[in-house]
């Protein structure tokens, strides 16, 4: 009876939470990320039962099924639900609480060689967009959305919104957390605002020491006018390097 309660509860959520599904035997039949979570739940127990050669052999059977690879020794939570399924990749040592969604193309991954915990936890009620990586041995807190395409490489808050390449927060608790400094998103492109912003503000301050001159040399002048043309690119690099 518990088996079959657990069926019923995992055709619930996905009812729960996609819309496209439009009845419980659609979702049986139709759900290969479904199907890659039962099938999970088998190898796993295998897997605890240090049979680890056929728990492997087990999820590559699932995962040519279903296009989800999970690892044998993952720990899944209940009402896992995996849309669309494709391409999902599960770790080792991933754990994955109750209530969380997770799209196609998410990674659940390590980034080295390394032993003992080298995935990631994620917790309750987290929500994955298509083809975000999470990487490392790293917390996403519970209720927190990561958007899709980021690649996660450290740890999130509670009731946090991220996204980018690395990811950043921009939303907490409700909240719109503005960057004002470049530093905190931490990409090549934040190192660029930065050196550029630099270079305003040193012409900016030699601009202003030339105008403090009473009777500016032609030579002074025309390398005033230099200093003017080169910020007033800057400041439209500045200006778009903001805007994307």
């Known amino acids: 009876m518990e088996l079959f309660d657990r069926i019923r509860e995992d055709i619930r959520s996905v009812l729960d939470r996609d819309p496209a ?33 056929p728990a492997r052999m087990l999820s590559q059977v699932g995962r040519f099924f279903t296009g989800v690879d ?74 927190s959305r990561v958007g899709a395409g980021s690649v996660v490489l450290t740890d999130v808050p509670p009731n946090s919104t991220v996204v980018g390449v690395p990811a950043h927060i921009v939303y907490r608790n409700g909240e719109r ?32 020491a030339q105008g403090q001159k009473a009777v500016p040399f032609a030579a002074e002048e025309a390398e005033r006018s230099a200093y003017r043309d080169e910020l007033e690119q800057l400041h439209g690099l500045v200006s778009m390097g903001e805007g994307i």
Request: glycine share 12%.
């Open 70 to 143: 999970i690892h044998p020794g993952a720990l899944l939570g209940p009402r896992l639900f995996i849309d669309h399924a494709a391409g999902v990749v599960i770790g080792e040592t991933a754990i994955v609480g109750s209530d969380v969604t997770i799209y196609q193309g998410v990674t659940l991954g390590g980034t080295g060689k390394g032993h003992g915990k080298r995935h990631p936890t994620v917790c309750n009620g987290v929500f994955i967009g298509n083809n975000a990586n999470i990487l490392g041995n790293i917390t996403v807190g519970a209720n």
């Open 21 to 53: 599904a439009r009845s419980r035997l659609e979702v049986l039949l139709c759900y290969p990320g479904l199907w890659a979570v039962w099938i999970h739940r088998v190898s796993h127990g295998l897997w605890r039962a240090h049979l680890p050669l």
């Open 177 to 208: 957390v503005l960057i004002t400094d470049p530093h905190d998103i931490k990409d090549p492109l934040s190192d660029a605002l930065i050196a550029l912003s630099t270079r305003v503000e040193q012409l900016e301050q030699q601009l202003g």
